[in-house]
């Protein structure tokens, strides 16, 4: 099968395109034959090394971690999925690999995919949405008439957010991006949309929760925006920026330390603060693509790649430009 591989960690380039055997499919998994992927901020910092003291491959290594497809075969203890089945799923780290033609996953980590939804629109919301689910429902604990800022409103994750927080009954959706993508964070459910270039969102008060996507100086002024009781979900750490400054081992260390360190600020000002991450859950994304065949959920796509031009996608997404996500189509 074809699949995008770094032999070494670098540029966009180190992504290559070659042939290597299919991956076998375990008494747990289903096999999937790829559609389409996508590309998350997380794939551009493990390829360039940004990550390698928490995420350790043996080189050469195959990306991606969205991925929809058909179930081309299932292993012997999978029950809820047959062959022909279109699905999504957003596997683990350890089982990265969507950049390819097939890929093996857990059954646990699988749904199915919306009927509604094209395969590459599918293949855009698996790992943002269960990191919006994360942060919002599960630790922000996001309810009726609540308010809730999400920073960057067009991106990957904030896209999602902000359809999200609307479902979950926040009376205020705040978000923050530039000016050419007001009118996107408008029509997605946001009740206010800060233009950063022209307002300063540190003038608010008084909100239960902030989905932090930026850190650093941002993630420390949302403690001030905050009501007493109310939470920080942040859904960055710093690990490629002290990957930079420190190393890959001492990076983590050091990331590691402040997110403990802001943490126990939070505490002592009366909020909460944790680093979200998404779970490579099957039950909750069923949830998600149920809200999506709903309609409750949209995707947002930029730029659709062919897999050929992994590279060029990376390149595109590293950017920060992007509307939403970047596909790549495998088929």
């Not at 997380?42 to 928490?54: E, N, Y």
């Not at 081309?72 to 683990?92: A, I, L, M, W, Y």
């Amino acid at each position: 099968m074809l699949a995008a591989r770094i032999h070494a960690y670098g540029p966009p380039e180190v992504l290559q395109v070659e042939q290597i055997e299919p991956p076998p499919c375990g008494p747990r998994d289903v096999l999937i034959e790829v559609h389409a992927s996508s590309v998350n901020p997380v794939d551009f910092k493990i390829r360039a090394g940004l990550q390698r003291g928490v995420i350790r491959y043996r080189l050469p290594w195959t990306l991606g971690l969205d991925v929809s497809g058909v179930v081309k075969e299932v292993g012997e203890r999978v029950t809820e999925f047959r062959v022909g089945d279109e699905v999504v799923s957003s596997p683990t780290h350890r089982r990265a690999g969507t950049y390819a033609e097939y890929v093996a996953v857990d059954a646990a980590q699988v749904a199915k995919k919306p009927a509604r939804l094209t395969h590459g629109e599918a293949a855009s919301l698996p790992l943002v949405s269960l990191t919006a689910w994360e942060a919002l429902a599960r630790y922000g604990r996001l309810g009726v008439g609540q308010r809730v800022l999400i920073q960057a409103g067009s991106g990957g994750v904030g896209s999602v957010a902000i359809q999200l927080a609307r479902h979950l009954g926040a009376s205020e959706v705040i978000t923050t991006t530039s000016t050419r993508n007001v009118a996107l964070c408008e029509s997605l459910g946001a009740t206010r949309v800060i233009d950063y270039t022209q307002e300063d969102y540190r003038e608010l008060s008084g909100l239960d929760l902030v989905l932090d996507a930026l850190g650093g100086e941002h993630q420390r002024a949302a403690l001030s925006i905050l009501r007493r009781g109310g939470a920080v979900a942040s859904i960055v750490a710093g690990i490629p920026e002290a990957t930079q400054a420190y190393g890959p081992n001492l990076g983590v260390l050091v990331a590691g330390l402040k997110l403990l360190a802001f943490s126990l600020g939070a505490r002592l000002r009366g909020r909460r603060s944790a680093n979200v991450m998404r779970r490579s859950d099957g039950e909750t994304l069923s949830r998600l693509c149920q809200l999506a065949e709903e309609g409750v959920l949209r995707p947002v796509i930029d730029r659709e790649f062919a897999l050929a031009d992994i590279a060029a996608a990376h390149r595109y997404a590293e950017t920060g430009r992007a509307r939403g996500k970047v596909v790549i189509a495998v088929r």
